[in-house]
């Protein structure tokens, strides 16, 4: 196989699409809101590409039994109300530096064969805490989109995220920038140690303003009111260790 493998799996015309990015990230977040997306929309998405490359994991996914090799996949979604969307996920990043750069820019020549000229980048932020009011800070390329993204509640925080936007999400604003792609990350706080689907939820809040597009929550919710009980559980742990750990008393001894 060659560095890059792209199947064309169907030909859309779509009015003005916007990319989506969806791969997994810090507490998933990313990929849960892309898939929520697809799931909510499947009546209106299509398949158009998948991109095969060997800077993914060497490995492939089996349900029912069938193989499949590691990908990623395109989805072109016309929702009944607001924007056409391309959508972006899959199970994996690359694994190099140069694998982000080249999967980034194969993504956006897809991108621009559709007729898209807008990207968002979807991930997460990490706290370090568990939390129970889910901000969205954001990044962008144009100053002019600060005023829409304020509106539908993304944060602007100077230095914030610390360190930068690494991969795909980071390179699509940057390389999608000198293609004259005008580009945000949306990321949604989250404690960064688990799956994260109220934090999904909360980017997707936004860019269902931002994109004038109405979804319902209720598989994403349920998820949530899953990892609560996982949560739960883990702080009972912790509360018990921390029940057990002996005092100075317990450390006395006749001897």
Do not use: W
């Given at each position: 196989?060659?560095?890059?493998?792209?199947?064309?799996?169907?030909?859309?015309?779509?009015?003005?699409?916007?990319?989506?990015?969806?791969?997994?990230?810090?507490?998933?977040?990313?990929?849960?809101a892309v898939?929520?997306?697809?799931?909510?929309?499947?009546?209106?998405?299509?398949?158009?590409?998948?991109?095969?490359?060997?800077?993914?994991?060497?490995?492939?996914?089996?349900?029912?039994?069938?193989?499949?090799?590691?990908?990623?996949?395109?989805?072109?979604?016309?929702?009944?109300?607001?924007?056409?969307?391309?959508?972006?996920?899959?199970?994996?990043?690359?694994?190099?530096?140069?694998?982000?750069?080249?999967?980034?820019?194969?993504?956006?020549?897809?991108?621009?064969?559709?007729?898209?000229?807008?990207?968002?980048?979807?991930?997460?932020?990490?706290?370090?805490?568990?939390?129970?009011?889910?901000?969205?800070?954001?990044?962008?390329?144009?100053?002019?989109?600060?005023?829409?993204?304020?509106?539908?509640?993304?944060?602007?925080?100077?230095?914030?995220?610390?360190?930068?936007?690494?991969?795909?999400?980071?390179?699509?604003?940057?390389?999608?920038?000198?293609?004259?792609?005008?580009?945000?990350?949306?990321?949604?706080?989250?404690?960064?140690?688990?799956?994260?689907?109220?934090?999904?939820?909360?980017?997707?809040e936004v860019?269902?303003?931002?994109?004038?597009?109405?979804?319902?929550?209720?598989?994403?919710?349920?998820?949530?009111?899953?990892?609560?009980?996982?949560?739960?559980?883990?702080?009972?742990?912790?509360?018990?260790?921390?029940?057990?750990?002996?005092?100075?008393d317990d450390?006395?001894?006749?001897?």
């Amino acid at each position: 196989m060659d560095e890059l493998d792209i199947d064309a799996v169907a030909e859309l015309d779509l009015d003005d699409p916007v990319f989506v990015e969806g791969l997994p990230g810090v507490g998933h977040v990313g990929k849960l809101a892309v898939d929520h997306l697809l799931e909510e929309l499947e009546g209106e998405s299509t398949l158009v590409r998948r991109v095969y490359s060997r800077e993914f994991p060497p490995q492939v996914t089996v349900e029912d039994g069938v193989s499949e090799l590691t990908c990623a996949e395109i989805y072109a979604v016309s929702p009944p109300e607001g924007r056409d969307l391309l959508l972006l996920t899959g199970d994996h990043q690359a694994q190099t530096n140069d694998g982000h750069y080249v999967l980034t820019s194969a993504f956006l020549d897809i991108a621009e064969e559709f007729g898209a000229s807008e990207a968002f980048a979807l991930g997460g932020i990490p706290t370090g805490e568990l939390i129970d009011e889910y901000a969205v800070v954001g990044a962008m390329t144009e100053e002019s989109m600060r005023e829409d993204l304020e509106e539908a509640g993304v944060e602007f925080r100077e230095d914030e995220p610390a360190g930068g936007i690494v991969g795909v999400s980071g390179l699509l604003l940057g390389l999608g920038a000198r293609r004259g792609f005008e580009s945000a990350c949306l990321m949604g706080e989250t404690s960064g140690y688990l799956v994260d689907p109220k934090s999904a939820r909360a980017v997707l809040e936004v860019l269902e303003e931002v994109l004038e597009i109405e979804l319902d929550y209720e598989t994403l919710d349920e998820r949530a009111e899953e990892m609560e009980d996982v949560i739960g559980k883990i702080q009972e742990m912790e509360q018990q260790q921390q029940m057990d750990v002996p005092t100075d008393d317990d450390l006395r001894y006749i001897g």
